[in-house]
């Protein structure tokens, strides 16, 4: 799953999820630099996440020099358990890059044409008109116009911004109910069009890949799963990055806590969850640590050609799940800031949110983990009100991105 709201209502500071924030230059054409990694002032600004309402926040952040890894809060707060920099956490739809990544290798293998009709590859799953008329490149960049599925699959929720009709029964209802990729395909392609496919701006939905991850077994024989683990993860050298096979997570991670716009309170842990509703589209857990390698391996050639990133890093307008608008590519985000163009995704699941970033030359990443979600809550006509998390996470992403130095492009339109 993926909205803004995963990690802060005023990402648009960012240009993470929003496109109102005019493109800064690139690091090529002379943006300021980096300042360098300043561990105290890192983590006093994980130390203002956490006080500012989230109960655990981790990092790590990378610069030419070194890495740092810092926590602050809590992993549990019945018992008080600390979080810790290394722990695993549900990324959400980070998962979207490494499922572009291994169907790019695929294209590479010569197995996958990008601007082929899916319905080529799966007429049963996408007959007809829309078969012949949606491409591969068109599930990967979101111009396929098919609908999103999780409001079909979540029938008690409403889409943001009309938060006093939503209700979290449906959370509660499909924690432990096992989905069918195919069955949830269906619903987002019974569902009226988002847009017409190929559309100059697309709109975001998670049925797109997971048709990715059906075309992806199609052409390799293998579970998607399975391939993405072997040749994206296993590659990269991932040693704490995979799909759970059950609603728990293995190893040391936190609990994560979905405040569902303050319909629930006080927030309830959700890091036990089938992750069978996103799967190859937003089902992975990770550490930062393995993030970090993973963007970093991507931009460096090694994990894709460069020529299919070159391919990747066509952006276009994407319209997100909350209304705002990102540039999105095949499965990469650009975000344009004062320090320089970073590559990487966002992603939230129930209760967890995650960003991961990487500056155009390498030079600079950052890997952010909270264990809580969705915590604005509306007013009286629905509008979601400002909180004082939103201002601490942007102020964190600014200290990890650029050194404390500027982040905002100079004007906004």
């Given amino acids: 799953m993926k909205t803004r709201l995963a990690l802060a209502a005023s990402a648009a500071a960012l240009c993470i999820c929003a496109g109102t924030v005019a493109a800064a230059p690139t690091p090529e054409a002379g943006a300021a630099q980096s300042t360098g990694l300043d561990t105290e002032k890192l983590q006093a600004a994980l130390d203002a996440v956490h006080q500012a309402g989230v109960p ?42 490494f499922t572009a990544a291994a169907i790019m290798q695929q294209v590479e293998q010569g197995r996958i044409r990008l601007d082929a009709p899916i319905g080529d590859y799966l007429p049963h799953l996408v007959p007809g008109d829309r078969g012949r008329n949606i491409t591969v490149r068109m599930l990967l960049n979101h111009t396929s116009g098919i609908a999103d599925y999780i409001p079909y699959a979540f029938p008690s929720m409403v889409k943001y911004p009309h938060v006093p009709e939503m209700s979290p029964q449906s959370i509660d209802d499909n924690r432990f109910r096992h989905f069918e990729p195919a069955e949830l395909i269906r619903l987002g392609l019974d569902a009226p069009p988002a847009t017409e496919p190929g559309a100059a701006k697309g709109v975001y939905s998670n049925t797109n890949y997971l048709l990715l991850g059906e075309l992806l077994e199609h052409v390799s024989g293998v579970p998607a799963q399975e391939y993405i683990t072997r040749n994206v993860i296993e590659r990269a050298g991932l040693r704490h990055t995979g799909f759970p096979t059950t609603p728990y997570i293995e190893g040391p991670h936190p609990r994560m806590y979905e405040s569902f716009f303050g319909k629930i309170d006080p927030p ?65 985000v650009k975000v344009d800031v004062g320090c320089g163009t970073f590559w990487g995704k966002d992603g939230s699941a129930w209760g ?62």
């Fill in 56 to 97: 655990g926040v981790f990092a790590e952040v990378r610069d030419a020099d070194g890495t740092w890894r810092g926590a602050s809060g809590v992993a549990d707060l019945d018992t008080g358990r600390p979080v810790r920099p290394g722990m695993r956490q549900r990324v959400g739809s980070v998962t979207k890059t």
């Fill in 268 to 332: 309830r842990d959700y890091s036990v969850y089938d992750g069978s509703w996103v799967g190859v589209s937003a089902g992975l857990v990770s550490t930062m640590a393995d993030l970090d390698r993973f963007f970093a391996q991507v931009l460096d050639g090694r994990i894709v050609s460069p020529s299919s990133l070159t391919e990747m890093q066509r952006t276009g307008p994407v319209v997100d799940l909350d209304g705002s608008t990102i540039q999105f590519g095949l499965g990469l």
């Fill in 352 to 413: 967890a949110g995650t960003i991961s970033l990487i500056r155009a030359d390498g030079r600079r990443q950052m890997s952010v983990a909270i264990n809580l979600q969705r915590w604005n809550k509306p007013d009286a006509s629905g509008r979601l009100q400002p909180h004082p998390i939103d201002g601490a996470l942007t102020a964190l992403y600014r200290q990890a991105m650029c050194g404390g130095g500027a982040t905002d492009a100079e004007d906004a339109s």
